[in-house]
């Protein structure tokens, strides 16, 4: 049975028939599908540390959906759902500091949905050339 699809929850007993004997049914075994709970992981040499007008890739992986081509995802930055983001990769837009934040992505495979990914907080420091210092007198 797939752990994966809501169509096989519900509670299953198992019935076993002897010609000689009789019958005897098994207690019940209920069967609630589960989605493993993802993790988030960054591109290439991507940190938790980013430089202002960079893009890091973020991925969501899900052991429920090897390939990440089953399920469907959302994507969360700081609690609220970012539109249009749905597959398991999301690029953040870093142009300035408003790429910072906390992201959680959540996956769901045939009508079951994980829980929320750990928190994966990205922090953004200005790009060095866009600094200046001004000489006083």
């Not at 599908?33 to 938790?48: F, L």
């Not at 249009?84 to 934040?101: C, F, I, L, R």
């Amino acid at each position: 049975v797939p752990n994966t699809d809501n169509t096989y929850a519900g509670w299953y007993t198992c019935l076993v028939t002897v010609s000689t004997v009789g019958s005897s049914e098994s207690t019940r075994y209920t069967l609630t599908p589960t989605v493993a709970t993802p993790t988030i992981t960054a591109s290439g040499s991507a940190t938790r540390y980013e430089i202002a007008g960079t893009t890091v890739t973020l991925t969501c992986t899900s052991l429920s959906d090897s390939g990440g081509s089953r399920g469907t995802y959302e994507w969360k930055k700081d609690t609220t759902t970012v539109t249009g983001q749905n597959s398991s990769t999301y690029a953040v837009p870093n142009k300035d500091d408003k790429g910072a934040g906390s992201y959680t992505c959540t996956v769901t495979v045939s009508g079951v949905s994980s829980s929320d990914s750990e928190e994966f907080i990205l922090k953004v420091t200005p790009d060095k050339e866009s600094c200046s210092l001004a000489s006083y007198s």
